[in-house]
């Protein structure tokens, strides 16, 4: 179970970093890593989200 979450986590980053590249956004600080972590797993649990949608949804409350 560590290793999936493990390489979920590492997901999750890997489309932070892509998208903050993409959109020229610069690199996200270390607080922003982890508050987009916890907004992705809070939309996925408790507000059901799919993965990507959760990707997305945090990535813009956290970014923007």
Excluded: W
């Excluded at 992705?40 to 949804?57: C, D, L, M, P, T």
């Amino acid at each position: 179970m560590a290793n999936n979450t493990r390489e979920a986590i590492d997901l999750d980053l890997d489309y932070l970093y892509e998208k903050c590249k993409l959109l020229s956004a610069g690199l996200p600080t270390d607080n922003q890593e982890d508050d987009y972590l916890s907004c992705v797993k809070n939309f996925i649990v408790n507000q059901g989200f799919s993965v990507q949608k959760a990707r997305h949804e945090a990535f813009k409350k956290v970014m923007n």
